[in-house]
């Protein structure tokens, strides 16, 4: 019997920003390619980053600006597809945008018009796009994949899995990808909740609730790593751009290390002020150096108050310590519900890094989040979604 002429060449589960960017590339290369996902409303990621304006990438985006066990895999696909590259199509489809900070590039209008591009791309590069539609499992067959969906079966040459991490699961997030690793031998390195705001134990929570909306910018370290950005008090914790970079690095049972006035050497300032206004209160001082709210805060906690002249040195060490060394020990972090991304995932060492496809199953390729390949925050996580997208469709 003849074998069944197959209707696509590659199939991508996934039609988040990886395997979007993967299945145009496919397409482009003359590759009939099915795009398939469960969800009814596709990039639905792309949709509410940025606050709805998505920070598509970074232009400062280099390898440092990610976490891996395997700290080499991301340079050849961030080398051969660039954020140049991606702010060049962005630019050919007449999107305006505009750096908000750090390099961190934003849409002038909205992130549906990144979603627009795409799907405009995807069109002129014949990509059959099939939303709402489960997959109950994919099996290898011979020299291909079969993908068995509610919508039916369909056989291909390339599988591309581009499902993602396990981050926000009301918008689509599931463990598909990790299961299709395991399904084929390849191991997964443990996941854990990545870019996220962190919880404390009820003293310090109460702390952080009386000064929730405040905002300074701090250094946050975590061992030898350190981020300066924006902190934020919340009625939940602490969040802001610095804790949820440092978040990433946190491991449980861990200290982190805040410095709430980076530029203030806070005990230089305190004893430079108590011999030239002695008769000024501590908490009047400290205003100076941290919000007010926040110096009420610190000054209470530390259970001084009064003139700068009746307070010892040590005091005023000790104070300066919780302004420039604020030592704490998250409990937790705030989980999948509210992570930007998804640490840990297929390991890289299994894959080409030129290719993406599985090292021991040809034909299996793996784009995007659901690697072990995980970015800061700030536009990186995206850009790795278009370079390894990118170079996968070059080969699937
Ligand atoms: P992504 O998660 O985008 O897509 C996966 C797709 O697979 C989804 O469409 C999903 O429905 C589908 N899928 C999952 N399981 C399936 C299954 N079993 N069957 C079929 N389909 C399935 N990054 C950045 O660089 N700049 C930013 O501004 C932001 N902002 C941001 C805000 C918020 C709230 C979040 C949660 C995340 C961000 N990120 C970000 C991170 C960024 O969104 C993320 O890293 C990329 O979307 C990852 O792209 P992927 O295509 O790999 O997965």
């Excluded at 199939?11 to 990886?18: D, L, N, S, Y």
């Excluded at 690793?181 to 134990?201: K, S, Y």
């Excluded at 009047?284 to 009746?310: F, H, M, N, Q, Y």
């Excluded at 970015?375 to 390894?388: I, R």
């Amino acid at each position: 019997m003849a074998p069944m002429q197959r209707s696509y060449d590659v199939i991508v589960i996934g039609a988040g920003a990886a395997g979007l960017m993967c299945a145009i590339e496919a397409g482009k290369r003359g590759r009939r390619v099915w795009l398939v996902d469960h969800a009814r409303k596709i990039a639905e990621k792309i949709r509410i980053a940025g606050g709805g304006f998505c920070n598509f990438t970074n232009l400062h985006t280099s390898p440092k600006n990610f976490l891996s066990q395997n700290a080499h895999f991301c340079k050849s696909a961030l080398s051969r597809y660039t954020q140049q590259d991606f702010i060049a199509l962005v630019q050919s489809h007449g999107i305006a945008f505009h750096e908000k900070k750090l390099g961190q590039l934003f849409c002038d209008e909205s992130a549906q018009e990144i979603i627009a591009m795409l799907l405009e791309e995807c069109r002129r590069a014949g990509v059959v796009l099939q939303n709402d539609t489960g997959i109950e499992r994919v099996e290898a067959i011979g020299n291909g994949y079969r993908v068995v969906t509610t919508r039916g079966t369909q056989d291909c040459d390339s599988l591309v899995i581009a499902t993602g991490g396990l981050s926000i699961p009301k918008v689509g997030a599931t463990k598909f990808g990790y299961d299709v690793a395991r399904q084929f031998g390849l191991d997964v390195i443990e996941t854990r909740p990545g870019l996220v705001p962190l919880t404390f134990q009820a003293s310090l929570l109460e702390r952080c609730q009386a000064l929730s909306g405040l905002s300074v910018e701090a250094t946050v370290s975590c061992g030898k790593v350190s981020f300066s950005e924006g902190l934020l008090f919340t009625h939940r914790g602490l969040s802001g751009p610095s804790i949820l970079q440092i978040s990433s690095y946190w491991r449980e049972g861990q200290d982190i290390l805040v410095n709430l006035a980076p530029s203030v050497d806070a005990f230089a300032f305190l004893k430079d002020r108590k011999k030239a206004q002695p008769k000024q209160e501590v908490q009047t001082a400290l205003a100076e150096v941290v919000p007010k709210r926040l110096a009420l805060s610190i000054c209470e906690d530390a259970a001084l108050s009064g003139r700068l002249a009746d307070l010892p040195d040590g005091a005023l060490r000790a104070l300066a310590r919780a302004v420039n060394e604020w030592r704490i020990r998250p409990a937790g972090t705030e989980g999948y519900r509210t992570a930007e991304v998804t640490l840990g995932g297929v390991d890289t060492n299994a894959l080409s890094s030129k290719t993406m496809e599985a090292k021991t199953q040809p034909g299996l390729f793996f784009v995007g989040e659901v690697m072990d390949v995980t970015g800061h925050l700030g536009g990186f996580n995206f850009q790795w979604a278009w370079s390894s997208g990118y170079v996968a469709g070059q080969y699937v």
